[in-house]
């Protein structure tokens, strides 16, 4: 069965994604926005109350590197939590009456899948192409932001293989698409992956600082404060290039360029004791400690709409 404290196998986040959004149609839609490379659906979920006028959004995504398996977990939390706290809890109550929130629990299903059923540290996607023996690119070097100039690799044999062109992975594709046609309204774009408990901002593609740069760092700090202030975890904010590397073609980066100004890429627990296979008995503990930083980037965003 579905857990919220466990770590779900896809099959399992598919069931719990139908259910989720036929019991709480009040708040919830769901739509397709293409299929993966094996043929999985990627469905993303539209948090909100219902309105008769466009909202303004933020765009949440979980589990772009199959093996980072708390980043969907907190997916998949963030949906229960805004769900049971909307209308008790009123900063909740007031995100999702004035803004929707998208969340695709899962981006890399079939890496996902693959790392339940066959190797455990898998990271990219499962695309083939003949002519090569090796499979997948990944995700987070294949979007179109200085792809593959620098912390990538061009050899499909790597684990940051960039993919043979940008957005050539159907997966990246999707989301893309997707982000494009509601660039008008979608306000930030924040992505979990683990570990490492850092919170980034651009750009990791170049040392070159963000327009923004200290709004974006003034607003991770107040994030990681609040994030700290349940357990006592640490947080390290700055730019993907000098806080973890130099990396081109990230989706953080890529969404950033195209406008949203509001762009963090999340590397949860831990620092390195367990890495990607964090217990499932700290599933709680991050998800909970991550919802504050959330809810602090959003209710900053909300309120300089
Ligand atoms: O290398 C990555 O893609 C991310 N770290 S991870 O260990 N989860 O693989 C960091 C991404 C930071 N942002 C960009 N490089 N754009
Ligand atoms: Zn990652
Ligand atoms: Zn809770």
Redesign the pocket.
């Known amino acids: 069965a579905h857990s919220y404290t466990k770590y779900n196998s896809w099959d399992k986040v598919q069931s719990w994604i139908a259910s989720i959004a036929s019991s709480n149609a009040n708040l919830i839609s769901k739509q397709v926005i293409g299929n993966t490379y094996e043929g999985r659906p990627m469905t993303v979920l539209k948090l909100g109350k219902k309105s008769s006028s466009t909202k303004p959004a933020i765009f949440l995504d979980c589990g ?2 199959a093996r ?1 398996w708390i980043s969907p977990a907190f997916c998949q939390w963030f949906v229960k939590e805004a769900l049971s706290t909307y209308g008790s809890d009123s900063q909740m109550t007031s995100l999702l009456n004035q803004m929707d929130v998208f969340v695709l629990p899962v981006f890399n299903i079939d890496g996902y899948d693959y790392t339940h059923k066959s190797n455990r540290m898998w ?1 990219k996607t499962r695309s083939r192409k003949s002519g090569s023996s090796c499979t997948g690119a ?1 995700p ?2 294949n ?1 179109d ?1 200085g792809w593959c100039s620098m ?1 990538a690799s061009s050899n499909p044999c790597s684990d ?1 293989f960039c993919g043979y062109t940008p957005e050539s992975e159907i997966e990246v594709k999707n989301v893309a698409d997707f982000i494009r046609r509601n660039k008008s309204i979608i306000k930030a774009y924040l ?1 979990i ?4 408990q ?1 919170l ?1 901002f ?4 170049t040392y070159a600082l963000a327009a923004d740069h200290s709004e974006l760092m003034e607003v991770a700090e107040g994030a990681s404060s609040a994030l700290r202030s349940l357990y006592g975890t640490r947080y390290t904010s700055g730019p ?2 000098t806080t ?11 969404a950033y360029d195209l406008g949203v100004k509001y762009s963090y ?1 999340f ?1 949860l627990r831990d620092t390195g004791r367990y890495g990607f296979l964090l217990p499932e008995s700290q599933i709680k503990p991050t998800c909970e400690e991550t919802m504050l930083a959330v809810k602090y980037i959003a209710a900053y965003v909300q309120k300089n709409l």
């Open positions: 772009i590197h980072e990271r990944d987070n070097r979007f932001a912390g940051t992505t992956h683990s570990y490492s850092l980034l651009p750009y990791s593609y993907g290039a973890i590397y130099p990396a081109a073609g990230g989706s953080d980066d890529w890429t590397e």
